[in-house]
Nanobody, 126 residues
Framework: QVQLVESGGGLVQAGGSVRLSCATS????????MGWFRQAPGKEREFVAA????????SYSDFVKGRFIISRDYAKNILYLQMNSLKPEDTAVYYC??????WGKGSKSKSQYDRWGQGTQVTVSS
């Protein structure tokens, strides 16, 4: 049974930091690119960051570049998102996802991901 379980969300003040974790099981975590997406109330789910399987290359959306860092622990099958210098507009439910194809580059399109976690809420107060 494939599972992706996010944790680490919560309430944080603007300028603060949070690290999200995504524990995975039931599939070959190490063979798939991974991504983080977020969804604010009334908005569509949007790309945040991705980590390529091929060369560990990372990609970020413009609004988090320089503030967030995506990484993974292959031994523990866990994906991370270190979020720094948080802003109120970062408030959203954050989802981790696994890319459908093996050995991919980490797409920015949510349609390329077929395994999703349940999400974790991050609320940034001003």
């Amino acid at each position: 049974q494939v599972q992706l379980v996010e944790s680490g969300g919560g309430l944080v003040q603007a300028g603060g930091s949070v690290r999200l974790s995504c524990a995975t099981s039931g599939y070959t975590f190490g063979q798939h690119a991974m991504g983080w997406f977020r969804q604010a109330p009334g908005k569509e789910r949007e790309f945040v960051a991705a980590l390529s399987w091929i060369d560990e290359a990372t990609s970020y959306s413009d609004f988090v570049k320089g503030r967030f860092i995506i990484s993974r622990d292959y031994a523990k099958n866990i994906l991370y998102l270190q979020m720094n210098s948080l802003k109120p507009e970062d408030t959203a439910v954050y989802y981790c996802a696994s890319e459908r194809v093996r050995w991919g580059k980490g797409s920015k399109s949510k349609s390329q991901y077929d395994r999703w976690g349940q999400g974790t809420q991050v609320t940034v107060s001003s």
